[in-house]
């Protein structure tokens, strides 16, 4: 979509009758709110208000007024919507101040400035995450956690339950734009992934909050919950989004060089080691529930100690066997609970940070790692990553490159609303604390 004109041509065409204006908050939950066509026009020209001050983390009540600017890029049918007559609508916002200034708070902005510095240094920042998620039955009062199938990896339509659900998740997803490559079922039981073709890290972005609103609505219609919690049932294996990166300079992938022994560019190895030199302050973005840290456990594939290497899993990092055009490095920590956004945003400027400092990664760890004992992986330099939320904002704390690159505004009250979560978590009484000790003590 490249003007407001031919949107509204478009929009004409498929009787379009509705449309939601979508944004996220700095947690990256979709918010929304419905228009008819009527007033598209109005809020093309002037945006639409809407309360800042209602949003948490947004702004105060002094200071609460907002505006939606759709990007008219973003325009796309909701398949489901679908009818002869009438149709609704999809557009992605940017949340701007009264006066038009983008607002700081903002993570699509967030992110947008992150990619401008980027390209003032002459690179494209490409990004191919993969998103698992699962599937549980639902009752009257919302989602159980009994699995809707009990298949495994790869497993066919016969253990396999959620085949159709997972075509429909598709098929609406290519209809609004997506290219996909594969679906499959995933590890655990009732656990399902979906990968579309990466693309430039902004476009991406809205990508992953349009993916997950898309499973969630399919899945709500065929009387099933759609979790992208990253550890919801204990024992199995949790929910990831590995987030492939590449930085292109024009056309081509700079992370390539075929005359290096693994291919891999100077470039390629110092943005690895940036990664991993600010690993432990990106969890906190990265990996932000209190439930983020269930997943990030030795034994299940989740990475926890901090290294790289070639096709090892059990490294933080690693380099799939793509090379040319497909050079790039993986990062297996991050789960899909996390704001694509800041993920995004934060991920960049760890590896810019490593660019410009050329940090060395040290030599690529090509052993299981889980088998390793503490004196073998003290003695080869390997961290662990936070063991829970409060570790991890402790450590995002200390680190002026990340919390630069959310800005004092997005940083100070993504703080803020962990150490609350942390707090009331703290506060609660368990029932694995009851099972543990109501006998005993």
């Given at each position: 979509m490249d003007s407001k004109?031919?949107?509204?041509?478009?929009?004409?065409?498929?009787?379009?009758?509705?449309?939601?204006?979508?944004?996220?908050?700095?947690?990256g939950i979709v918010k929304s709110v419905a228009i008819p066509v009527t007033r598209l026009g109005k809020a093309l020209d002037n945006g639409i208000a809407f309360d800042g001050s209602s949003i948490e983390g947004f702004a105060r009540i002094h200071e609460s007024d907002m505006i939606l600017r759709p990007d008219i890029s973003t325009f796309t049918l909701l398949p489901w919507r679908a009818k002869k007559d009438k149709n609704v609508a999809r557009l992605i916002c940017d949340v701007c101040k009264p006066n038009g200034d983008p607002f700081v708070g903002d993570p699509r902005h967030v992110l947008r400035k992150a990619l401008k510095q980027a390209d003032d240094t002459g690179y494209t920042m490409n990004v191919g995450p993969e998103l698992e998620f699962f599937l549980f039955n639902r009752e009257d009062d919302g989602a159980t956690t009994t699995p809707h199938d009990f298949g495994g990896y790869f497993d066919l339509g016969i253990v396999d339950l959620a085949e159709d659900i997972r075509r429909e998740i598709t098929i609406s997803l290519i209809e609004m734009?997506?290219?996909?490559?594969?679906?499959?079922?995933?590890?655990?039981?009732?656990?399902?992934?979906?990968?579309?073709?990466?693309?430039?890290?902004?476009?991406?972005?809205?990508?992953?909050?349009?993916?997950?609103?898309?499973?969630?609505?399919?899945?709500?219609?065929?009387?099933?919950a759609a979790?992208?919690?990253?550890?919801?049932?204990?024992?199995?294996?949790?929910s990831g989004m590995h987030v492939n990166i590449s930085l292109f300079k024009g056309d081509q992938n700079a992370f390539y060089?075929?005359?290096?022994?693994?291919?891999?560019?100077?470039?390629?190895?110092?943005?690895?080691?940036?990664?991993?030199?600010?690993?432990?302050?990106?969890?906190?973005?990265?990996?932000?529930l209190i439930n983020s840290y269930k997943r990030l456990v030795s034994?299940?594939?989740?990475?926890v100690?901090?290294?790289?290497?070639?096709?090892?899993?059990?490294?933080?990092?690693?380099?799939?066997?793509?090379?040319?055009?497909s050079t790039r490095l993986e990062l297996?920590?991050?789960?899909?609970?996390?704001?694509?956004?800041?993920?995004?945003?934060?991920?960049l400027a760890a590896g810019l940070d490593g660019i410009r400092r050329k940090i060395d990664p040290g030599d690529p760890v090509d052993v299981n790692i889980y088998d390793l004992s503490d004196e073998e992986r003290a003695a080869r330099g390997i961290e662990v990553l936070p063991s829970n939320l409060c570790e991890a904002l402790d450590l995002l704390e200390e680190d002026k490159v990340i919390r630069d690159a959310l800005g004092e505004h997005l940083y100070t009250n993504f703080v803020r609303l962990g150490r609350l979560e942390w707090d009331a978590y703290n506060e609660q009484v368990h029932p694995w604390e009851i099972e543990r000790y109501i006998n005993i003590i």
């Open positions: 004109e031919r949107l509204m041509e478009i929009i004409s065409d498929k009787n379009v009758e509705f449309l939601r204006l979508q944004f996220t908050d700095i947690q734009g997506f290219t996909v490559e594969a679906s499959h079922h995933e590890v655990a039981r009732g656990q399902h992934e979906i990968d579309f073709t990466y693309g430039e890290a902004l476009k991406t972005a809205d990508s992953v909050v349009t993916f997950r609103y898309v499973t969630k609505t399919i899945a709500m219609r065929n009387g099933l979790t992208f919690m990253p550890k919801p049932i204990f024992g199995e294996a949790g060089d075929p005359e290096d022994p693994m291919e891999l560019s100077d470039l390629a190895r110092y943005f690895a080691g940036g990664l991993l030199e600010h690993a432990c302050a990106l969890t906190a973005v990265t990996n932000p034994g299940f594939e989740a990475p100690y901090v290294s790289w290497s070639g096709p090892n899993r059990s490294s933080l990092i690693r380099v799939p066997s793509g090379r040319g055009l297996r920590s991050p789960d899909p609970s996390c704001s694509p956004y800041l993920a995004f945003t934060t991920i």
